[in-house]
């Protein structure tokens, strides 16, 4: 059985920095790509950041670039979305996901294309 646990959401202030973690168990990644995407109330999921095999693509929402930056432990089977310079409009569910199916070295950004999701952590960023 494949899961995906984050951890290190919170409360923070404007201009904080985070780090989130995401520990998956049950399957290996180090074929996967692997994504950051995040939810609010009455919203559609949105996608963050992905990262794709062995560290070679990147790729961010442009409301984050600049400020968070993905990076991946493939031995440690554990995906980090470090966030810098906080902002309220940041404050949302995040959810780590896994594409099982990666093809060479991408990294997706739509949330179809993956197929393993964490529960999320909450962050919360006052101003």
């Known amino acids: 059985q494949v899961q995906l646990v984050e951890s290190g959401g919170g409360f923070m202030q404007a201009g904080d920095s985070l780090r989130l973690s995401c520990v998956v168990s049950?399957?290996?990644?180090?074929?996967?790509?692997m994504a950051w995407f995040r939810q609010t109330p009455g919203k559609e999921r949105a996608f963050v950041a992905s990262?794709?095999?062995?560290?070679?693509?990147?790729a961010y929402a442009d409301s984050v670039k600049g400020r968070f930056t993905i990076s991946r432990d493939d031995g440690k089977k554990t995906v980090f979305l470090q966030m810098n310079s906080l902002k309220p409009e940041d404050t949302a569910v995040y959810y780590c996901?896994?594409?099982?199916?990666?093809?060479?070295?991408?990294?997706?950004?739509?949330?179809?294309?993956?197929?393993?999701w964490g529960q999320g952590t909450q962050v919360t960023v006052s101003s």
């Open positions: 049950g399957r290996r990644i180090d074929q996967s790509a």
């Open positions: 990262i794709g095999r062995n560290s070679r693509v990147t």
């Open positions: 996901a896994v594409d099982s199916h990666t093809i060479l070295f991408r990294a997706p950004e739509t949330d179809r294309e993956y197929d393993y």
